[in-house]
């Protein structure tokens, strides 16, 4: 189980999490060619994707689930990686341009609460990539890698889900063609696969990779039996609910 971030790293820094991480930075090359000035957030595990906007990017931050742990990076620069409660960022409202989301959803236990969170700190015209493993790809089965863990997803769920929190669908891709077996043959076979197996399989990528912007003419949706409201020196007490046999009396 990849319940540590060392795992996760172990995982990169073999040849199939290189294969992974190749992979998924050509999208997000592509999709987000230019940060120059903006502030980019890794949430989850991004640390090895993060890298590519160091040198870009106004700002670059890292922030691990709690319960994974975290560790220095970059390394050997200045800490640049955080440890909190997805749910719960130490992120200011309103003050960052793009969020990359991997190893994140499918294991995530408050998922209406943690895209609630990543759309409080999104800019109004900020970004957000989730990459998540497809339902009907290999890597979901592949149980000694990180993407064989969890919950995997078609991407129309990821669609719908991201539009019930508020999230507009940009665009999407399914990647990570190359089967999870690990021989140097087929490794090296990669590149051939994953330009040609898409039009043979399309749909069966071991990665969904899905990109939404803020939706902004909507604020968060608010429960109504969570309200509260102030009054004098009585401190906080429920909203009063409407009487509706007083006011059917009225009617009548």
Known sequence: MYRSIYDLKDFYNNSSGDLVRRVVQNHLGSWWDNVKDLRVVGIGY?????????DKAERV??????????YHWPDPKKNLAALA???????????????????????AELLRSNLQEIWR??????????????RRGLWSRAEWSPFGQG?????????????DNLFVYERSACTLYTPPIRWNIVRNASDTMEKY???????????????????????????AENRVIVRGRHGLL???????????????
């Open 46 to 54: 991004a640390q090895p994707y993060l890298g590519m906007f160091l």
């Open 61 to 70: 931050i890292s922030i691990s689930p709690a319960g994974q742990g975290t």
């Open 85 to 107: 409660e997805e749910s719960e960022l130490p992120i200011e409202t309103n003050s960052v341009d793009r969020v990359l989301l991997i190893h994140s959803l499918e294991h």
């Open 121 to 134: 700190i999104l800019k109004s015209n900020g970004r957000l990539i989730v990459v998540a493993p497809n």
């Open 151 to 163: 919950t995997p997803y078609s991407r129309d769920q990821l669609r719908f889900f991201l539009r």
């Open 197 to 223: 197996l898409p039009w043979l399989f399309p749909g069966m990528g071991g990665l969904h990779v899905v990109e939404a912007s803020k939706q902004i003419y909507s604020g968060l949706p608010q429960v």
């Open 238 to 252: 429920p909203s009063p609910v409407p009487d509706m046999r007083t006011n059917n009396s009225k009617i009548s």
